[in-house]
């Protein structure tokens, strides 16, 4: 009786609920009577979005997806470094007031915006006021201040944009030298809580569009997932990662921090959370790679950081190649050097040094496989260009298409192999006239692979963005304008009483993508827009190849190997087998001459189209693979005069082969030629 009556009471409670929320909420008819694209319950007050007309939706008559890809956000950024150097988040259920706001030691004047300070070298005092006034902020040189408000963003998709990746990002020692932090300074922690809140803000845009998967901000796993969305009008978000101590793989003193379990360990967790892109080192070096270096006092700045993180400065030598890391300067950075123990200094740099001594080191490469096994894509972005390197040279060795350059940060020499492989380019935010200029630089080389283009905002990266130029500059943004589907009309943006013209303000915030986008289109014509608009399905095309990449059995592990001689020593082997046994710690290697040959005889005859070697330090600088049915009757399909060690890759037309001899014709060192592992595929 008593249950019952429990039941029957529980039940009213319900309804009398129901009944409320009916009339709080807009009905299921009053939602239905409004556009796809519209959210039935906005919060109020809110930013204004400044867009009209229908989001294009599905595919063109290839069946390819549309729409301009952002290579490199930070959504999440107001969490990293102890959750106080960016003010203002991208979401609150308390409202706009309560987001959009300044931290708390910016007041009364920004006297104490100490890291605008470093970075910029101003003084960093600004109006703290955000909503609604947002008198000096958000603007295209401040540092530290939300740029990617939901709304905004929204903006930014209403306007064509069909991808952005989301990179979550921190750096343990700029947060922990940094005076202002609410939180510890564990890097993955913050990756974690990152992964966390742009979910929860997923599910806070479901809110407004009636419920969960109905709104138009949707987290992708994969590239069909990313391309049904997309087909939809909606965003697909990518989750990427860029911090300096992955898994906690710092080094101090170039004695690593982690081992092989954490970074097995990490990576696990990462794809648990979503995420499907990362950097694997990011302004310090660490256990894994080598970094691109810095320019001017920002460089001077983060390498007082490399060495508290680390115990060593960044060190230099002369490039072996074309390609270059950034030069560092002599900037003095002096809110930065203070930091530095008693007697330390930064020190100087000869400046036809420009290339990191660090490449990839062995837990880097360990990593890169790793990454490779999950299918996932690697952002070469502040990696040493030796680093970079290696990188390429691996993913060459095995057809592997998952290389992404998002915003700027490679040497641009390395473009062609990028493509090459079936990897992606995007160049950061730049003002419309030096974008316009790199885009028709590589022009060429995008309708050479038939791939779009995209661009990396970096917004919360603490970058710098687009200034204006000016009122009276040439071909000016006119407001309004149409999208470049010619489906929305787009007006000038305003959030509370502050109204933002691209040409006045430059890039203050995402939901001005679009008006630069149409600056791009007037400075720079309509081909390099048509070709950002391909953006999307190009990214998407390096996501799903990569998704589909599977390990080629090599065709020479465990095979019989014969060489024309093998180097002698008392305590380990370097007989030929040592170069197809699968353990890249053991090595062949020859006498210390000319024209020597190390051949490989697979057991059957199959077809055989690529084949790597992986050197050691003794490498050759011409030599030439030839294959054979019957030991006997020997064919050239590959030959070089220019080799220069490394992890080289032979492709040919493939043919049938049981045997393979490689000649070696010309050593690139004093010593012999030596060989960590040979590698047969059939293509």
């Not at 966390?196 to 109905?214: C, E, N, R």
């Amino acid at each position: 009786m008593t249950t019952y009556r429990t039941r029957r009471h529980l039940g009213v409670v319900s309804l009398l609920l129901l009944v409320l929320a009916a009339a709080l909420v807009p009905t299921s008819s009053s939602a239905a009577a409004g556009d796809w694209w519209d959210p039935v319950a906005r919060p109020a007050p809110d930013s204004g979005i400044g867009v009209t007309g229908e989001p294009f939706k599905g595919t063109n008559a290839a069946g390819e997806v549309r729409g301009f890809v952002d290579a490199h956000n930070h959504v999440m950024a107001n969490e990293a470094f102890g959750g106080r150097l960016i003010c203002g988040r991208p979401f609150s259920a308390k409202g706009i007031a309560d987001a959009l706001k300044d931290c708390p030691e910016h007041y009364p004047d920004g006297s104490l915006a100490v890291f605008d300070f470093i970075t910029g070298g101003g003084d960093g005092k600004h109006d703290p006021v955000g909503w609604p006034t947002f008198e000096d902020w958000p603007a295209h040189d401040s540092l530290t201040h939300q740029q990617n408000y939901y709304a905004w963003i929204e903006r930014a998709w209403r306007g064509g944009q069909r991808v952005m990746v989301n990179d979550l990002v921190t750096n343990g020692v700029i947060c922990s030298v940094y005076f202002f932090k609410d939180r510890g300074c564990d890097e993955m922690t913050s990756i974690r809580l990152q992964a966390k809140l742009t979910y929860d803000m997923q599910a806070y845009v479901d809110g407004m569009y009636g419920g969960p998967g109905k709104g138009w901000f949707r987290i992708v796993t994969d590239s069909a997932q990313a391309r049904d969305v997309i087909a939809q009008g909606k965003l697909a978000v990518v989750l990427g990662v860029e911090t300096s101590e992955p898994f906690g793989c710092k080094q101090v003193l170039d004695i690593a921090q982690c081992d092989r379990a954490d970074i097995d360990a990490g990576l696990d967790e990462l794809y648990a959370l979503g995420v499907r892109s990362m950097f694997l080192c990011h302004k310090f070096d660490n256990a894994l790679c080598g970094v691109r270096f810095d320019e001017g006092a920002l460089g001077t700045a983060i390498n007082v950081g490399q060495f508290l993180s680390t115990g060593t400065f960044w060190r230099t030598e002369t490039c072996a190649g074309p390609q270059h890391d950034n030069p560092i300067g002599l900037a003095s950075a002096p809110r930065a050097e203070e930091k530095l123990p008693a007697g330390v200094e930064v020190p100087s740099y000869d400046e036809d040094a420009r290339c990191n001594v660090r490449g990839l080191t062995e837990l880097g490469e360990y990593a890169v496989r790793g990454m490779m096994e999950r299918n996932m894509m690697l952002e070469i972005d502040h990696m040493s260009v030796k680093a970079t390197g290696r990188v390429l040279d691996i993913f060459e060795a095995a057809s592997y298409p998952g290389v992404i350059s998002s915003h700027s940060w490679m040497d641009l020499d390395w473009t062609e192999r990028v493509y090459g492989l079936g990897g992606f380019v995007a160049q950061y935010m730049h003002g419309s006239e030096g974008f316009v200029d790199e885009a028709d630089r590589t022009e060429a080389l995008r309708d050479e692979y038939g791939v779009g283009y995209g661009y990396g905002t970096d917004m919360n990266g603490v970058g710098g963005w687009p200034a204006p130029r000016g009122a009276d500059a040439p071909n000016p943004v006119t407001y309004p304008f149409r999208s470049v589907d010619g489906g929305s009309v787009l007006d000038r943006q305003t959030t509370g009483e502050r109204t933002w013209d691209l040409n006045t303000d430059g890039a203050a915030h995402y939901g001005l993508v679009p008006d630069w986008i149409e600056d791009i289109r007037r400075v720079g014509g309509q081909h390099v827009v048509d070709d950002l608009f391909r953006g999307a399905e190009s990214y998407l095309g390096t996501w799903g190849a990569s998704e589909r990449h599977r390990a080629g059995v090599n065709l020479a592990d465990g095979a019989t190997a014969t060489a024309s001689s093998a180097e002698w020593n008392p305590f380990t082997s370097y007989a030929p087998g040592r170069a197809v046994d699968g353990d890249r710690g053991t090595r062949w290697a020859s006498d210390w001459s000319d024209d020597q040959w190390l051949r490989v005889d697979l057991g059957t005859t199959h077809q055989v189209g690529r084949v790597t070697l992986d050197w050691e330090r003794a490498y050759g600088t011409s030599y030439r693979v030839d294959l054979s049915t019957d030991g006997t009757n020997w064919r050239t399909v590959w030959s070089t005069t220019s080799g220069d060690g490394g992890l080289d890759t032979a492709v040919f037309t493939p043919a049938p082969a049981r045997h393979l001899r490689v000649r070696f014709l010309d050593r690139g060192t004093e010593w012999g030629y030596s060989i960590r592992e040979v590698g047969v595929h059939g293509r």
